[in-house]
């Protein structure tokens, strides 16, 4: 499995950004992909999931009404809006897939930046 993660940047408090995570190596149908983000100084946290076959989707507190996440079937894509980002949406995000309880694949991070 591999996943590739990108989209991030450096925006203004207020601006939206949206992030893809390209997923290969085998079909996702059974499987839960997510994103998490790491701020600095911080524990990696969950921001949302969705099911790959199904798009059942969970997110956050922190996030909900402001991002959406969502995939391309077609694609093997999944994606990540981000609306109305604050500071505090600073972080390394990290896209990753799980088919049992854990998420075990990771892609490696794009890093996100809000400035006030």
């Known amino acids: 499995v591999q996943l590739q993660a ?12 949206r992030l893809s995570c ?5 079909t ?6 997510g994103w998490f983000r790491q701020a600095p100084g ?5 921001v949302a999931s969705i099911s790959w076959s199904g798009g059942v ?9 402001r991002f ?3 995939r391309d079937y077609a694609k093997n894509t ?11 949406d600073t972080a390394v995000y990290y ?15 794009t890093l996100v930046t809000v400035s006030s």
């Open 68 to 70: 959406t996440i969502s």
């Open 22 to 26: 390209a997923a290969s190596g085998r």
């Open 42 to 46: 911080k524990e990696r946290e969950f």
């Open 28 to 33: 996702f149908s059974s499987w839960v992909l």
């Open 78 to 88: 999944m994606y990540l809006q981000m609306n109305n980002l604050k500071p505090e």
């Open 95 to 109: 896209c990753a897939a799980r088919r049992e309880a854990r998420f075990d694949y990771w892609g490696q991070g």
């Open 6 to 17: 990108c989209g991030g940047g450096l925006v203004q408090a207020g601006d939206s950004l």
């Open 57 to 65: 989707t969970l997110s956050a507190d922190s996030v909900k009404g």
